[in-house]
């Protein structure tokens, strides 16, 4: 049993070009058969969770969409579930609420409701699996006031870590500084956006921060607070996804071809749920030639398609050729295209003979919905 | 309770022996489908298009799994306020043992479940026949007749009608004689087990049926046969398209591989008519660089390294390196090793083929394993076996564990 409540706060203001015109980064769909969000609903799901409350802020119709009443997750309950906050439902918010502080203090007539004594505050856009019962039991062995999770990124370069929040920390997993975004970090560890902390103290915190008019929850109340409050740091040993830009979105897809993290994230004992679509079995014709590829249900594949992402309910038609790409779902893509570096959002149709080619730093997107 | 027109009742009680070992411990219905179905998802599936939201199935035979697998009803969107899918096994009463002894003495003996919603109609459907059938549509031709029942009838080749129920009607579609498995066949329509009865009529005819010493209590034997000699009017509904019941070996492997077929000789990816099943919760099946993959159905879970050529691979299969695999039906979570070759195979759930195992070669007279159950050179696979590193098996072989037994012998 856990003593948590989640709590997953909407990244609005990633920007992921066209990918992200109709639907917030969370709704991304992923590794298949995914919408971002659904890892880490699953890994609170998976660690006993039974009370979620996900704070949206825009365009979050294709998030609502995806997870309906909770029911895939196992949270359309009596107690607790899935609560859905939507914006402008805090106190005094007259307009879109603006920083990280005004998101959790939108959701605080569902941590005040709870019962748990700890709540989990973290982000929708990352991949990984991991078993936030491990950081709770972290959080009360070192009689910690707020716990951080971070993993040690150990090929990033100085200009992947300018786009993360990098943690110091002490022998004792105590966090000695924080740097949002450093020009010259001085570690490793790259902060994973997730918080574990007493309900009743970030309750309290956010009405104090509120009442002094702080908005940022990483630099008001977490880094002035660093000598006051005991912040220790979790390392999480596993495969972390982050996804902040279509490069990142790229590289998270394709990840799921090595055999070591698809084993890790699709873990069996903590499986990543999803919406049900109902598809049949993909089919394959009889000049189908699949290399490297992840497929998912619904697919009818007669071409050649090579280290790529298949999702739900696609059509690959015969003498295509489609390597390195990412092919969401229900997409079309008829006889005789080749395809390299694309990334086609929902619903994409490519007419005979298409040709499409990006390059591995810059795929080239397909919004949903066009004939190519 | 609101008064409901019509309840469904699947007979899914049914040992499937002919089935051999893949319903030693599960029913026939529960046996797994088309790479991610069971053969229950059918009459669960067309019920809910078909808008029949209170459907009781009569379990009987090892019924753990199916109970399970129903659950609630959700997948099927039948976990309804009012009405929704009940899980019906036979029952212990103050005066009798009520097992179910035949058919007709299912449905008897639930009654008082029917009654509770009142309905106008009663559809009866067996729960081990692959189709998709709108029963509104009969419903409508039902009404439109008047007749006390309506049997769905199909065409079937003359050659085979012996093995059916079979109807002779007149031009308006009433039925005129019904012969159960007639040695001469009189005509080519045959009953698909699917039956539309007006509750009222037929509460009167099953507890009349029921006082008969001579009666097997079998809607096909003695109910359909009774309500003809008492004149009720009774009406055949003529169904086309794919129906296939699946109670042999070879039948079973047959309909997987029409749905495999290029056209599909039975389709199941219609988005107007999707197959509702309970989903595994596994990630999309990979398939690697030195893979092979041709005319197959492959599904959720599954890892494949070799060489696939016309099978159904159900989910959580792991196909290794250098293992070839024709013609065959995997099972869930089956593993298949390096360099096993499998042709022609029925692989039960959870079975681990050994390396370099093969697997349907020529027969050989003294095959330990050969079974009248397994013909047209299929072979059979228990579930959750192991078979060695090496084996040989011949065609026409069913294996309940290897080394120890199978075939007919054991």
Known sequence: MTNMIGLILSESYLQLNGLTDKRSVEALPIAGRYRLVDFMLSNMVNSDITSVGIVTKTKYSSLMDHLGSGKEWDLNRKNGGLHIIPPYSGRGIQGLSEGTIDLIASASSFIRRSKEDHIILSKGNIVANIDLKEVEKFHEENSADITLVYYESKEATNRDLGDHIVLEVDDNCRVRG????????????????????????????????????????????????????KIC??????????????????????????????????????????????????????????????????????????????????????????????IMQDSVIEAGCELKHVILDKEVTVRDGGRLIGDLTHPMIIDKGEVV | MARIECVAMILAGGQGSRLGVLTNEVAKPAVPFGGKYRIIDFPL?????????????????????????????????????????????????????????????AIYHNIQFIEKFNPKYVLVLSGDHIYKMDYRKMIDFHKEKEATATIAVMSVPWEEASRFGIMDADEDGKIIEFHEKPENPISNQASMGIYIFDWENLKIVLEEDEKDENSSKDFGKDIIPKMLSNKMPMYAYRFQGYWKDVGTVHSLWEANMD???????????????????RNPIKPPHYISNDAVITNSCVTEGCNIFGDVDHCVISDGVTIEKGAKVRDSVIFPNVHISSDAVLEKVVVGEGTVIGKGAEI???????????????????????????????????????????????????
Not at chain 1, 191 to 213: C, H, K, P, W
Not at chain 1, 219 to 224: P, T, W, Y
Not at chain 2, 260 to 275: C, H, Q, T, V, Y
């Open chain 1, 178 to 229: 924080i740097e949002i975004r450093p020009i010259r970090p001085k570690s490793r560890n790259v902060f994973m956006n997730m918080v574990l902390m007493g309900t009743g103290l970030l309750q309290y915190s956010i009405d104090e921060a509120y009442a002094r008019g702080d908005r940022d929850f990483i630099r008001d109340l977490l880094i002035k607070n660093l000598s006051n409050l």
């Open chain 1, 233 to 326: 740091a979790y390392k999480f040993e596993g495969y972390v996804g982050f996804v902040h830009s279509v490069c990142t979105y790229y590289s998270a897809n394709v990840d799921m071809l090595k055999e070591d993290v698809r084993r890790e994230i699709f873990n069996s004992s903590r499986p990543i749920y999803t919406k049900i679509k109902d598809q049949v079995p993909a089919r394959y014709g009889s000049e189908a030639s699949v290399h490297n590829c992840l497929i998912a249900d619904g697919c009818i594949i007669q071409g050649d398609v090579r280290d790529s992402i298949i999702f739900r309910g696609v059509n690959i038609g015969k003498n295509t050729k489609v390597s390195n790409c990412i």
């Open chain 2, 45 to 105: 599936t067309n019920c809910s298009h078909s808008g029949i939201s209170t459907v009781g199935v009569l379990t009987q035979y090892q019924p753990l799994d199916l109970n399970t697998y129903i659950g609630n009803g959700g997948p099927w969107d039948l976990d309804r306020n009012n009405g929704g899918v009940y899980v019906l096994p036979p029952y212990v009463s103050m005066s009798e043992n009520k097992w179910y002894k035949g058919t007709a003495n």
């Open chain 2, 259 to 277: 749905i495999i077929a290029d056209p599909p000789l039975f389709n199941l990816n219609d988005s107007n008519w999707r197959i509702y099943s």
């Open chain 2, 360 to 410: 349907g070669l020529e027969s050989k007279d003294d095959n330990p394993y050969a079974s009248h159950l397994c013909t047209n050179d299929i072979v059979l696979i228990n579930g959750n076996i192991k078979i060695p590193d090496g084996a040989k098996i011949y065609k026409n072989s069913m294996v309940r564990t290897f080394d120890i037994g199978g075939g007919d012998r054991t």
